[in-house]
């Protein structure tokens, strides 16, 4: 049985994704911020989690590392992320998916430079790359570029300007489904969780649209406790979650040191909610 005690952080990124910290630099902040139990959850990839336990277990960290994703997938012309959790990361399946999708971001990053060449932005894929520095390429890394360039004065406006769905250099991504992410997950023989689904830009009436499909789809959970959160939100979240009988899951989604966020700083899921973890052995 879990030890209900502990700190559950269940949603973050390394540099094996978008992430600024190594999946080693990573395990040790979480100790530091007394985290119990973390999952890595880099975007389509899972190249970090190998670096991440074996940094714990040569330093002997009080940790629980959990073997996660957050897969990208379109539904209704939006990005919707699926967390996976507790993954057997050699499933046949996951790989597959894994490699396709990163075939897609390769594909994606090419025509975002050739949008951006056309306002004059050169050499943004190998930019994008060196950001990168050899694993997944992603939009953040082509922000990072045009903010150090001085195109733009931070991500939110590379994401305003260039790189978001309004923005001058956006190019549809062909990602997976959101029935194929739960049905891949499941065959990892883990847990199916709709990350933040309070951030795509929803009203709340489409927001239960997408939980609707994603319970019919056999999704297992959604986040209900996210960083910079009302109390609002918290709870639109945790009635969802009973609405639609699904688990709840906690994460802070980090990416990298800002004063406001952090590992293991959200807020404790309410008592009406089940805990995705409630049967794990750790
Ligand atoms: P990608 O996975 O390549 O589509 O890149 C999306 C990533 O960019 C997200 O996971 C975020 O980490 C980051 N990001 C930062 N700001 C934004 C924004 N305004 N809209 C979308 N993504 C953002
Ligand atoms: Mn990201
Ligand atoms: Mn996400
Ligand atoms: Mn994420």
Redesign the pocket.
Known sequence: MTNLSYCYDLHC?STA??GTFSPAQLMQRAVDNQVNVLALTD??TIKGLAAAHQYIEQHHLPLHLINGV?I?TYWKST?I?IVGLNINTASQPLNALLIAQENQ?IE?AKEIAYKLKKVSIDDAYAQAQIYAQGDI????HF?RFLIANGYVKD??H???KY??KSGYAYVA?KWTTIEEAIAVIHQANGQAVLAHPSRYDFTLSKMRTLIAYFKLQAGDAIEVSQSRQTIDELNILAKCAVDFDLLASQGS?F?DAMNYLDLGKTQPLPQSVTPIWHNWTL
């Not at 390429?137 to 953040?140: D, E, G, H």
């Open positions: 990124h994704s978008d975007h389509d957050e990208s990005e992320h971001r994606r390429v992603s939009r953040a922000a991500m939110k590379a994401f305003k790189l978001g991504p989604d990416h």
